[in-house]
């Protein structure tokens, strides 16, 4: 059973950082690109970030792109999302996501999903 567990939203102030977990079990990690989700009140699930399988490739949601770092450890299973400088507008239910490519990913073609941490930022 494939479970993604995400950990590590709450409130913040604008301009302030937080920083994702996403815990992966029941899966070969290694060979899923892994992606960071996010839907805010009223809009679609947009894709902030996504990372390769093997971490050499990363992409970023232009709204993100400069504050928002994703990186994964395989060994631990587990992927972060590292937001600096947080606006009001990222406030969001964020998603941990797997999927066995990139372009999957960027297809919205994501096997996996887990149920999703707020984040909220306060101006």
């Known amino acids: 059973q494939v479970q993604l567990v995400e950990s590590g939203g709450g409130l913040v102030q604008a301009g302030g950082s937080l920083r994702l977990s996403c815990a992966a079990s029941?899966?070969?990690?290694?060979?899923?690109?892994m992606a960071w989700f996010r839907q805010a009140p009223g809009k679609e699930r947009e894709a902030a970030a996504a990372?390769?399988?093997?971490?050499?490739?990363?992409y970023y949601a232009d709204s993100v792109k400069g504050r928002f770092t994703i990186s994964r450890d395989n060994a631990k299973t587990t992927v972060w999302l590292q937001m600096n400088s947080l606006k009001p507008e990222d406030t969001a239910v964020y998603y941990c996501?797997?999927?066995?490519?990139?372009?999957?990913?960027?297809?919205?073609?994501?096997?996996?999903w887990g149920k999703g941490t707020l984040v909220t930022v306060s101006s």
């Open positions: 990372i390769s399988w093997s971490g050499g490739i990363t």
């Open positions: 996501a797997a999927a066995s490519s990139l372009i999957r990913v960027k297809n919205y073609a994501l096997d996996y």
């Open positions: 029941g899966l070969t990690f290694s060979t899923y690109a």
